[in-house]
T-cell receptor, first 115, second 115 residues
Framework: DAGVIQSPRHEVTEMGQEVTLRCKPI?????LFWYRQTMMRGLELLIY????????DSGMPEDRFSAKMPNASFSTLKIQPSEPRDSAVYFC?????????????FGAGTRLSVL | AQSVTQPDIHITVSEGASLELRCNYS??????LFWYVQSPGQGLQLLLK??????LVQGIKGFEAEFKRSQSSFNLRKPSVHWSDAAEYFC?????????????FGTGTKLQVIP
């Protein structure tokens, strides 16, 4: 398996623009997570899905952030409008069902810079 | 609520020297415990995990960790560090039991290896 695939790897945008980050989880994994990593706040869980359904979005910072999972093989994280303080590395991770469901497999991340 | 503390933000060791990274957790029941490694520009990769049983667990790349319930610790060790071990290391705790609970990550320890 190719692992968790995120695109783009780098995104540079201007304040106020819409940004869409994409994630393809590992085939057969039922859980998908979106994290944000910054120097100041470390690794923060934004939202996670189980079987394409959002379960916990309490980490989403504000209404400018939204996430969808239209099918088992694709998820998006959208920021609209973007602000400079959204600059961070965004990771997607997936996890299987069963006893191993707490093991998360991470993508390489998307480094977002909002100017 | 569960929490993880990694008291060392940054550690420097000489190549060939032994390594111990500290991790303390707070959780009321028996936890799942993990160590992840993040190389520069990459996502997190699982090094090892503790679910139950033998409290000394072996992981990839020659790493091991010991679960000590009395000390609420799960320290990561390696007898001889290689230059390629330079990375950031994250301890994480998850809930043991049915249903999914989100995994809580520590703030990370950055390891520098000097020749």
């Amino acid at each position: 398996d190719a692992g968790v695939i995120q695109s783009p790897r780098h995104e540079v945008t201007e304040m106020g623009q819409e940004v869409t980050l994409r994630c393809k989880p590992i085939s057969g994994h039922d859980y998908l997570f979106w994290y944000r990593q910054t120097m100041m706040r470390g690794l923060e869980l934004l939202i996670y899905f189980n079987n394409n359904v959002p379960i916990d979005d309490s980490g989403m910072p504000e209404d400018r952030f939204s996430a969808k999972m239209p099918n088992a093989s694709f998820s998006t994280l959208k920021i609209q409008p973007s602000e400079p303080r959204d600059s961070a590395v965004y990771f997607c991770a997936s996890s299987p069902q069963g006893i191993a469901k707490n093991i998360q497999y991470f993508g390489a991340g998307t480094r977002l810079s909002v100017l | 609520a569960q929490s993880v503390t990694q008291p060392d933000i940054h550690i420097t060791v000489s190549e060939g020297a032994s390594l111990e990274l500290r991790c303390n957790y707070s959780y009321g029941a028996t936890p799942y415990l993990f160590w992840y490694v993040q190389s520069p520009g990459q996502g997190l990769q699982l090094l090892l995990k503790y679910f139950s049983g033998d409290t000394l667990v072996q992981g990839i790349k020659g790493f091991e960790a010991e679960f000590k319930r009395s000390q609420s610790s799960f320290n990561l060790r390696k007898p001889s560090v290689h230059w390629s071990d330079a990375a950031e290391y994250f301890c994480a705790v998850g809930r043991l039991g049915g249903g999914y609970q989100k995994v809580t990550f520590g703030t990370g320890t950055k390891l520098q290896v000097i020749p």
